[in-house]
């Protein structure tokens, strides 16, 4: 009975040492910019500078309408 509480000890012990490392392996954030961060932020400008420019072309629009 003994060497199978020993055995499950030790499992105990490496999982638990297993789980703390993954944690700390998470907690490593340096804030690296990844690739697909930065297509999204391009992407994200080009969104804005195309709404600028159709709301530009919409405000020209309405301003060259004849009044009666």
């Given amino acids: 009975m003994q060497h ?4 499950l000890l030790k499992l105990w012990f ?3 040492e297993t789980i703390s490392a993954a944690a700390e392996r998470s907690r490593d954030d340096r804030g690296e910019v990844t690739g697909q961060t930065a297509l999204i932020v391009l992407l994200v400008i080009a969104a804005i500078a195309a709404g600028g420019i159709i709301a530009t072309r919409i405000t020209d629009n309405a301003n ?3 009044t009666p």
Avoid: A, M, Y
């Fill in 4 to 7: 199978v509480q020993l055995e």
């Fill in 64 to 66: 060259n309408i004849p």
């Fill in 14 to 16: 490496r999982t638990s």
